[in-house]
């Protein structure tokens, strides 16, 4: 992986496609860490792990996870700490969204399906996807 300089939330938002006011959001919600000062500089600085967590977040925003559940997925929220913790979280997601007769996404549908239900979060599929790099 190809090192990151630290950028100023402007740099972010071009990075990820993400509206800076968004990421205010998320940073306020605390779905995203708080952004460092970087010595002898006015601007607060946005690392690599800010970046990760944006894609992590906007890909579980694709596959129909509400902000609630993401926090819950990231640990902000409950302890998922197995394989089987997270897919009950995404059978939990895809119930909620029929209930509200909305077709599930089939990506998340299929990672589920896909799921071993055991293991910790390193053997899960789904965590997988939404950690991947670009």
Known sequence: MPAFA??????LS???GIDVD????Y???GLVPEPRRQRGRRHLA???EHLDRL??????LALGFSLMAIRELLGIDGNY????????LAQRTLDEVRNLDITPSPALESLAAACPRRGG????????????SE
């Open 6 to 11: 630290p950028v100023t939330i402007a740099g």
């Open 14 to 16: 071009k990075l990820s």
């Open 22 to 25: 968004v990421i205010h959001n």
């Open 27 to 29: 940073v306020a919600l």
């Open 46 to 48: 946005f690392h690599r």
């Open 55 to 60: 894609r992590f977040i906007t890909r579980a």
């Open 81 to 88: 700490t197995t394989c089987g913790d997270v897919y009950r």
């Open 121 to 132: 979060p390193n053997d899960c599929p789904l965590l997988g996807e939404l950690r991947r």
